[in-house]
């Protein structure tokens, strides 16, 4: 049983849409993450929060906002995807960002799909 | 040339074979080193980390070295459950943990 969940699991939005994948974590950790996993490529990082504050984007487009409240909560606002954007949607904490406790602990994923 | 590379696989082995994965990264500032392995459809969970000494934990070892920025992960007597994809995951010191793009591993009976 994972100690992060994520909802939706699956998501299927228009272009014009908006939507929010949500992320939480009862591990007590500090740091939070999003990545992207497309279908034959790797884990891609997007943004990254040490205790609520974003420490990392890596170019991403603005059309993904990431928002983080607290250190147990992270959400992905998306507004105006493109359908190159359909993949799983990984959201990942670790304790903190210190080098040795950097181990990530992942949720199952949102899929989504964009038509 | 790619951040963290690893053998592309896919790996076709037999049960109880002994099968190893490479990986190579290219930032020497790397500090940390982890596999993780992902199921089909599922989530990647984390296996191990890497330490410079190596390591082991039951069927499995890592190894990492430094100097040639390469590690490792041997899997010995491999079953049927240890199908997955294997990524390589390397902590640069920053705020990025970078992922290879895995390699496949199927056991067949």
């Known amino acids: 049983e994972t100690g992060v969940t994520q909802t939706p699991r699956h998501l299927v939005m228009g272009m014009t849409n908006k939507k929010s994948l949500k992320c939480e974590q009862h591990l007590g950790h500090n740091a939070m993450y999003w990545y992207k996993q497309s279908a034959k490529k790797p884990l891609e990082l997007m943004f990254v929060y040490n205790f609520k504050e974003q420490t990392e984007n890596n170019s991403v487009p603005s059309r993904f906002s990431p928002e983080c409240p607290n250190s147990s909560h992270l959400f992905l606002h998306l507004h105006t995807l493109q359908p190159e954007d359909s993949a799983l949607y990984l959201c990942a904490s670790s304790l903190d960002l210190s080098s040795g406790s950097r181990k990530l602990f992942f949720g199952e994923g949102s899929r989504l799909t964009v038509l | 040339r790619k951040e963290v590379e690893q053998d592309p696989g896919p790996f076709n082995v037999p049960e109880g074979a002994t099968v190893a994965f490479n990986c190579t990264y290219s930032n020497s500032a790397s500090q940390s080193f982890f596999w993780y392995r992902q199921d089909c459809r599922k989530e990647p969970k984390l296996l191990m980390s890497?330490?410079?000494s190596g390591n082991e934990d039951g069927r499995f070892t890592a190894q990492l070295n430094r100097a040639s920025q390469y590690i490792s992960l041997l899997i010995r007597d491999s079953k049927l459950s240890d199908s997955a994809t294997y990524l390589c995951a390397v902590n640069r010191g920053n705020d990025k943990v970078i992922f290879g793009p895995g390699t496949s591993l199927s056991v067949i009976p």
């Open positions: 890497v330490y410079s």
